[in-house]
């Protein structure tokens, strides 16, 4: 049986221009070449799995190269060239400082450095994961690295820059090595699933790429674990099973949902994202960067810091052109909460769940605010509109206001847009009894010959029963606002009691609620202005905090609530002197 050589040794680059992700960098080092520019230490830093220990073999070989080609690369032909890449060169020393970090290690390494090469002109040392040498041999290496015999490069490599000493940073030049995009990862997965004779779909290789997070070893190493999990045909649906990686279809999906207020069916998805064995806080992270990729997606020049493939990119355009800007900020700083809050939740089932019925309502309010006209119907086309009361000669006075051809600003303040929000107490004056919107034009003939009746300017203030009130109330909840709506439900369980003549107040327990009322309230008191024939209703809307239970506590909340019921647990912390985070 043919000896399987993993992926990341088998396609190893040879020449600086077969490195990955890295082109700013090579060549700088092949400048340095070109114009015998070489230092003597190179400290070369980066994330595991970019590139820096091929970079330092590549750079020695081409540097005892005896015939350098056009473009400053190894000819890989000379005598030095094969001794290189049969592994055999006497020109370079690899010291891994991870098991070799004592004086005694060091000062063997300093006694080969004395030693001239035999063929070619330098002799280099890589010293790997450099920031493990102890602080003794850091100093013992000092002196070397300051003076080091002419035919001596050093190029020492780490993944923690910032655990070199000072004394050796100022002796180097320093490269920094990039996190490799995934375009280019997926670029070079391409090449090595052409030439194993493996076909690969895009997806695939994207969904590999982004799990190797910049590094092209892990991404060669995932590669050869999928290969053996799925042969030589790479799909999607077998690397998102085989890397336990969840399709983004699910974050698709949601965000429909989220625009179409389907509040259930995005927590019966979750429900099954978890069963299928999914972290909740994984999740999370997910779908805010599948809300990220939407929001890039707005703008043409933003498109570019999409790292999906073609095929996917087509998807999350569409999806963006459906989501108003507006949705994705708020949806991304809502997830952006919960993930912050993750850590401290106690039940992180019920934060994400809440947290998804709040994307799910971020546009319900959003219709309220922008298409008034589309939720409120024409008033007059629906009969029983004076409940309790008898109908008076006169028209409704909605309509009176509207025919005056001269006062165009007559329609500014009754526009509910200008409402205020997260306020309980709405005293906006009532400037007219309802909102004047697109199906009342086609009333203005009927009503101006009835003008003369009404002044235009009066204001009812008519007194009303409970009794109307709830009709009237329970009217608005089951006729006027649409099906599904939250402030549909809330306002059926809750009826608001009289405080004076034109005082309505609501008692309500969740925060949530409030917020759903809240965007409707400016179409609901113009119903009840217009029919209760009052002008001047308005409404205070109560949260009785106590009855709420999902409000959002602080560590210092909770602690102080359990200290209340568990006084021990002050003695405990004032012992320990704990703190609370
Ligand atoms: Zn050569």
């Given at each position: 049986m043919e000896n399987f050589i993993v992926s990341a040794r088998k396609y190893r680059p040879a020449t600086f221009m077969s490195v990955v992700g890295q082109s700013a960098l090579t060549a700088t080092l092949k400048n340095a070449i070109k114009n015998n520019h070489l230092a003597h230490a190179y400290l070369f830093c980066g994330p595991r799995g970019v590139g820096k220990t091929t970079c330092a073999r590549i750079f020695a070989k081409t540097i005892n190269c005896a015939h350098l080609t056009e473009d400053f690369e190894a000819c890989n032909e000379c005598e030095s060239c094969r001794a290189f890449n049969e592994q055999r060169s006497y020109n370079i020393h690899e010291l891994d400082a991870a098991s070799n970090n004592s004086v005694d290690d060091i000062r063997t390494l300093i006694d080969q450095v004395r030693i001239p090469p035999q063929i070619g002109h330098y002799s280099v040392y890589i010293i790997d994961e450099v920031h493990m040498l102890s602080a003794s041999a850091f100093n013992a290496f000092l002196k070397t690295l300051e003076e080091p015999p002419a035919h001596a490069i050093f190029i020492l490599a780490t993944t923690e820059k910032h655990k070199i000493l000072p004394t050796i940073l100022s002796r180097c030049q320093i490269y920094d090595f990039n996190r490799i995009s995934v375009n280019d990862t997926v670029e070079h997965l391409r090449h090595v699933a052409q030439k194993e004779g493996i076909t690969a779909d895009a997806q695939a290789l994207n969904v590999i790429a982004q799990k190797a997070d910049g590094g092209m070893r892990d991404a060669l190493s995932i590669f050869d674990q999928v290969v053996s999990f799925c042969g030589n045909n790479i799909t999607y649906q077998a690397v998102i099973q085989n890397l336990n990686v969840l399709d983004y279809d699910y974050y698709f999906r949601l965000t429909d949902m989220f625009?179409?207020?389907?509040?259930?069916?995005?927590?019966?998805?979750?429900?099954?994202?978890?069963?299928?064995?999914?972290?909740?806080?994984?999740?999370v992270g997910g779908l805010s960067a599948h809300l990220r990729d939407v929001l890039m997606c707005k703008d043409t020049e933003t498109v570019q810091l999409l790292e999906v493939a073609d095929s996917v990119k087509q998807s999350y355009t569409t999806q963006a052109q459906r989501c108003p800007t507006d949705f994705l900020y708020a949806?991304?700083?809502?997830?952006?909460?919960?993930?912050?809050?993750?850590?401290?939740?106690?039940?992180?089932?019920?934060?994400?769940?809440?947290?998804?019925?709040?994307?799910?309502?971020?546009?319900?309010?959003?219709?309220?605010?922008?298409?008034?006209?589309?939720?409120?119907?024409?008033?007059?086309?629906?009969?029983?509109?004076?409940?309790?009361?008898?109908?008076?000669?006169?028209?409704?006075?909605?309509?009176?206001?509207?025919?005056?051809?001269?006062?165009?600003?007559?329609?500014?303040?009754?526009?509910?847009?200008?409402?205020?929000?997260?306020?309980?107490?709405?005293?906006?004056?009532?400037?007219?009894?309802?909102?004047?919107?697109?199906?009342?034009?086609?009333?203005?003939k009927t009503v101006v010959h009835t003008t003369t009746k009404v002044s235009t300017t009066e204001k009812q203030d008519n007194p009303f029963s409970a009794d109307s009130l709830e009709k009237a109330w329970k009217h608005f909840a089951n006729e006027v606002i649409p099906e599904k709506t939250h402030a549909k439900n809330i306002m059926l369980n809750n009826l608001p009691s009289i405080e004076d003549k034109h005082k309505l107040k609501l008692v309500l327990d969740q925060i949530l609620q409030e917020n759903s009322i809240n965007e409707i309230l400016s179409e609901l008191l113009a119903f009840l202005r217009?029919?209760?024939?009052?002008?001047?209703?308005?409404?205070?809307?109560?949260?009785?905090?106590?009855?709420?239970?999902?409000?959002?506590?602080?560590?210092?909340?909770?602690?102080?609530?359990?200290a209340e019921s568990n006084p021990a647990l002050l003695r405990l912390k004032k012992e320990f002197g704990l703190e609370i985070d």
């Open positions: 625009l179409e207020n389907k509040v259930k069916d995005a927590l019966l998805i979750f429900n099954e994202i978890l069963s299928k064995g999914f972290d909740a806080h994984n999740f949806a991304l700083a809502i997830i952006n909460d919960c993930d912050l809050n993750f850590r401290l939740s106690r039940n992180k089932r019920l934060l994400t769940e809440l947290t998804l019925i709040r994307l799910s309502q971020l546009t319900d309010k959003k219709k309220n605010e922008l298409s008034e006209e589309d939720i409120l119907p024409p008033i007059e086309l629906i009969p029983e509109m004076h409940l309790g009361q008898p109908v008076v000669t006169q028209v409704s006075p909605a309509p009176t206001r509207q025919p005056v051809p001269n006062k165009p600003t007559a329609a500014a303040p009754a526009t509910p847009t200008a409402k205020p929000v997260n306020k309980n107490m709405l005293s906006t004056p009532p400037p007219i009894s309802i909102s004047i919107t697109k199906p009342f034009v086609q009333q203005e217009h029919n209760l024939m009052n002008d001047f209703i308005k409404l205070e809307i109560i949260v009785d905090i106590t009855k709420e239970n999902t409000k959002v506590m602080s560590p210092q909340d909770k602690f102080s609530k359990m």
